[in-house]
């Protein structure tokens, strides 16, 4: 998955997180079974070119949630030291 920039405003979001929340549950967070089953279908859709319009969407919000995990476990390991 393409990585955009992320919007300023996740930066907020995430300081807020990362100072309230429960460092080792974000750390060890997964999606749940269902969840990346569903992912590994919209990727493979994505990869054969079959992606309705709203499989897309989909697939781009899967894509924002990560890229915000991300940030937030990364956030977090550094807060740690």
Known sequence: MAMTKRPAIYD????VLVESA???RI???????GK?????????????GTLT???SAELDAFEHF???IRL?????LQKRG
């Open 36 to 48: 990346q089953a569903s992912l590994d279908s919209l990727l493979e859709k994505n990869r054969q």
């Open 27 to 33: 750390l060890s967070f997964r999606l749940s079974p």
């Open 12 to 15: 907020e979001l995430v300081d």
């Open 22 to 24: 429960d460092a080792d």
């Open 66 to 68: 990560e890229h915000l």
């Open 53 to 55: 319009g709203d499989e």
């Open 72 to 76: 937030l476990k990364a956030r977090l």
